[in-house]
């Protein structure tokens, strides 16, 4: 079956430092890859998606590039703030039902 | 992009009530819709797929008779918890996607039910 394996957290950063966190993935064929994130007490936004091989997604200064060879789909903001302190998951939607990373606690202190 | 409704937001319940939690999807028709269940700092487990017009699919582990799923239109799912106790207090998410296949799900805002 698909399973998402997401870095353990939680990761916590000083302001303005570059921020990685590592996802990888075990499915049928290529599915699309998708990061969501959970602010305290909301539900899930979806942050950026990629669809296909080397497609890079794309979203307030965070990044990720679908990488088939080793099946990875690793989240990098170059420079985070305060305001990106949330929970991450990385997860995949085949049919539209989705199968979730562990989820990786960010916190950004100023 | 596509937008899912759930409400309420929150509910406290007392234990041996029932709360219905609602999933719309407002601009688009959904024959498939999912519900997951989030513990304090977990994540998102998948607890039942609700098909429009026939019966949900539950995941192994979920209790069908506690967890009651109604999908009587292509743009709503129901979530009844029967006789709610302490342990079922969580946050419960539904998603629906637009399309089939490989497709980008959309996620409701989430509910928070506390059982007291």
């Known amino acids: 079956g698909n399973s998402v394996t997401q870095m353990e957290g939680p990761v916590t950063l000083s302001e303005e430092a570059f921020l990685t966190i590592n996802c990888t993935y075990t499915a049928t064929g290529y599915p699309s890859l998708f990061w969501y994130v959970q602010y305290p007490g909301e539900g899930l936004q979806l942050l950026l998606k990629a669809t296909k091989a080397d497609d890079k997604g794309s979203n307030k200064g965070f990044e990720a590039t679908y990488r088939k060879e080793t099946t990875s789909f690793h989240l990098e903001k170059g420079s985070v703030q305060v305001s990106d302190s949330a929970v991450y998951f990385c997860a995949l939607n085949p049919a539209g039902k989705s199968t979730f990373g562990d989820g990786t606690t960010l916190t950004v202190k100023p | 992009g596509a937008v899912v409704s759930q409400h309420p937001s929150r509910v406290i319940c007392k234990s041996g009530t029932s709360v219905k939690i609602e999933c719309r999807s407002l601009?688009?028709?959904?024959?498939?819709m999912f519900w997951y269940r989030q513990f304090p700092k977990k994540s998102l487990m998948l607890m039942a797929t609700?098909?429009?017009?026939?019966?949900?699919?539950?995941e192994q582990g979920v209790e069908k008779d506690k967890f009651l799923i109604n999908h009587a239109s292509l743009t709503l799912s129901t979530l009844t918890v029967t006789s709610a106790h302490p342990e079922d207090s969580s946050f419960y998410i539904c998603?629906?996607?637009?399309?089939?296949?490989?497709?980008?799900?959309?996620f409701g805002q989430g509910t928070r039910l506390t059982v007291v």
């Open positions: 609700s098909n429009e017009g026939s019966k949900a699919t539950y």
């Open positions: 601009d688009f028709q959904a024959t498939t």
């Open positions: 998603s629906a996607s637009p399309g089939t296949g490989d497709t980008e799900a959309f």
